[in-house]
């Protein structure tokens, strides 16, 4: 299986010689907001992903935002009933969970808003780099509107449900050092996020498949299982990857004391 970039429009796909693609939201001129076929574009990308040799993915947006969130043109335009709305939401949660769930290492590279659905879709990646101008906000209060794709879940596990409901109820704005303690951000870089995140996603793409399809899909398909089951599956899960036949190399490497070892940062 390969994916044709030529057939994407809203997103710009770009892949490096280590198989690390890079997924561009390409609607600056709307902030990258989230319109029906961008939605289908990452649903069609993140579908085929794990089956065409990705190695990892870095997400970003053109221009100076990350993302905008839900289309609010788009949406106002097509005065939508609530059926139709619902399945809207369905299809982010399509393209939401194919990223989450799909067992290939998205690393998100942020930067200006990253707002309502642009958060939702940047707490679907699996890391998350900010830069300087990167903020996080739930603007859906203040709309009369309610979060569809998925905040109600992923924004509450990394910030937790007080802050998640404060944000939609007063607007609140998070940036900063500030964003990275509360759990919004793992990496806060004063440069470009995006190095950073493509530095992160070289390194996660030198790892087996096979692991990352673990760490990138088993440990969220987890949290949702109670502790006895997630404790099972885990089990099943190492019997089969720490088991495969190219760890042995790296297990070799280990024993004959010529693979790296796990030593703290320099000073
Ligand atoms: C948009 C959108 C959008 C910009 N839908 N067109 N999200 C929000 O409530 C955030 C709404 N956007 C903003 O607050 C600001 O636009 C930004 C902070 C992101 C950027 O500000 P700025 O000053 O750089 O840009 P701008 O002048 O506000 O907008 C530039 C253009 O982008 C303009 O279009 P133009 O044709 O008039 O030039 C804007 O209309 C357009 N634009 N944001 C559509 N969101 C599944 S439920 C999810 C629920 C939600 O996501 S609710 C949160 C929605």
Same mark, same amino acid.
């Given at each position: 299986?390969?994916?044709?970039?030529? %057939?994407?429009? #809203?997103?710009?796909?770009? +892949?490096?010689?280590?198989?690390?693609?890079?997924?561009t939201l390409n609607r600056p001129a709307k902030r990258n907001a989230l319109d029906i076929d961008t939605i289908e574009e990452l649903i069609a990308f993140f579908a085929d992903a794990p089956r065409a040799g990705v190695k990892a993915v870095v997400l970003a947006g053109a221009g100076d935002h990350f993302c905008a969130g839900l289309d609010l043109i788009e949406h106002h335009d097509a005065d939508r009933s609530p059926a139709d709305f619902m399945h809207v939401c369905l299809r982010w949660h399509e393209a939401f969970n194919k990223m989450e769930y799909g067992g290939v290492p998205v690393i998100a590279a942020l930067k200006g808003a990253v707002v309502g659905g642009g958060l939702e879709l940047a707490?679907? $990646? &699996? !890391?998350? !780099?900010?830069? $300087?101008?990167? =903020?996080?906000?739930?603007? +859906?209060?203040? %709309? /009369?509107?309610?979060?569809?794709?998925?905040?109600?879940?992923?924004?509450?596990?990394?910030?937790?449900?007080?802050?998640?409901?404060?944000?939609?109820?007063?607007?609140? !704005? =998070?940036? /900063?050092? +500030?964003a990275v303690d509360i759990g919004m951000a793992q990496y806060r870089v004063e440069g470009s996020s995006m190095d950073l995140a493509m530095e992160l996603a070289?390194? $996660?793409?030198? #790892?087996?498949?096979?692991?990352?399809?673990?760490?990138?899909?088993? !440990?969220? &398909?987890?949290? #949702?299982?109670?502790?006895?089951?997630a404790a099972y599956a885990e089990a099943v899960v190492a019997g089969v990857v720490n088991t495969q036949p190219d760890a042995r190399a790296r297990l070799a490497a280990f024993a004959d004391k010529s693979a790296a070892r796990v030593r703290p940062n320099a000073e």
């Open positions: 299986m390969t994916i044709d970039p030529a %057939r994407f429009t #809203n997103l710009k796909l770009d +892949e490096d010689p280590s198989g690390v693609w890079t997924v707490s679907a $990646a &699996h !890391v998350r !780099v900010m830069d $300087a101008t990167t =903020y996080f906000a739930l603007p +859906e209060g203040q %709309r /009369g509107l309610f979060t569809g794709g998925g905040a109600t879940i992923r924004v509450t596990d990394l910030v937790g449900k007080a802050r998640m409901i404060d944000m939609m109820l007063t607007g609140r !704005v =998070y940036q /900063g050092q +500030e070289r390194k $996660a793409a030198a #790892n087996l498949p096979l692991t990352n399809f673990a760490i990138c899909s088993a !440990v969220s &398909h987890m949290q #949702n299982m109670s502790a006895l089951d």
